[in-house]
T-cell receptor, first 116, second 109 residues
Framework: DAGITQSPRHKVTETGTPVTLRCHQT?????MYWYRQDPGHGLRLIHY???????DKGEVSDGYSVSRSKTEDFLLTLESATSSQTSVYFC???????????????FGPGTRLTVT | AQRVTQPEKLLSVFKGAPVELKCNYS??????LFWYVQYSRQRLQLLLR??SRESIKGFTADLNKGETSFHLKKPFAQEEDSAMYYC???????????FGPGTRLSVLP
């Protein structure tokens, strides 16, 4: 497995509370991604980062924010968690070749978040 | 908009039978397509990508641009193939990627 860890691995929280999920990599890859995985929807991109302090929105970014202050860490924050954000969250990393095309994505183990 | 469809949510086959997991995509440019697999209690991992044209664990997938398909095939399914399979489309030089909803393959003894 690529050196990607996620913390926490499981979390139960109440509606309206803030939650931060952490993705940590030891591969020095430039690109990092946050996805949510839901039955019937597959993986949907929330936000991604293409460098330190460089982030952009994905398909389902509403209600989420991210930060990347250093290469190895990519944080996903739910400012005020809602029950619709109950999901499994995956972090992924990727790197580009000299032509700028991205290689495959390597995934973290996932974080199961339950919002009650 | 770019989209990936996998029409079967669940596919059950018997051990030794051929298996085909369907994937169709919509993209007007030159796509790069992948199959990712997630075994029980494991993280997602790349199974194969169309540009490498290789066979991994007996699986192959051919890109058919005319039918905009990238079906995953294996002639003889094994029980250890039981997993969730996701087809994915990468575009814009890999800057963007879209995943399909996934197909759960169950190989019965």
């Amino acid at each position: 497995d690529a050196g990607i860890t996620q913390s926490p691995r499981h979390k139960v929280t109440e509606t309206g509370t803030p939650v931060t999920l952490r993705c940590h990599q030891t591969e020095n890859h430039r690109y990092m991604y946050w996805y949510r995985q839901d039955p019937g929807h597959g993986l949907r991109l929330i936000h991604y980062s293409y460098g330190v302090k460089d982030t952009d929105k994905g398909e389902v970014s509403d209600g989420y924010s991210v930060s990347r202050s250093k290469t190895e860490d990519f944080l996903l924050t739910l400012e005020s968690a809602t029950s619709s954000q109950t999901s499994v969250y995956f972090c992924a990393i990727s790197e580009s070749n000299q032509e700028g095309s991205l290689y495959e994505q390597y995934f973290g183990p996932g974080t199961r978040l339950t919002v009650t | 908009a770019q989209r990936v469809t996998q029409p079967e949510k669940l596919l059950s086959v018997f051990k030794g039978a051929p298996v085909e997991l369907k994937c169709n995509y919509s993209y007007s440019g030159s796509p790069e397509l992948f199959w990712y697999v997630q075994y029980s209690r494991q993280r997602l991992q790349l199974l194969l990508r169309h540009i490498s044209r290789e066979s991994i664990k007996g699986f192959t997938a051919d890109l058919n641009k005319g039918e905009t398909s990238f079906h995953l095939k294996k002639p003889f399914a094994q029980e250890e193939d039981s997993a969730m399979y996701y087809c994915a489309l990468s575009y814009n030089y890999g800057q963007n990627i879209v995943f399909g909803p996934g197909t759960r393959l169950s190989v019965l003894p």
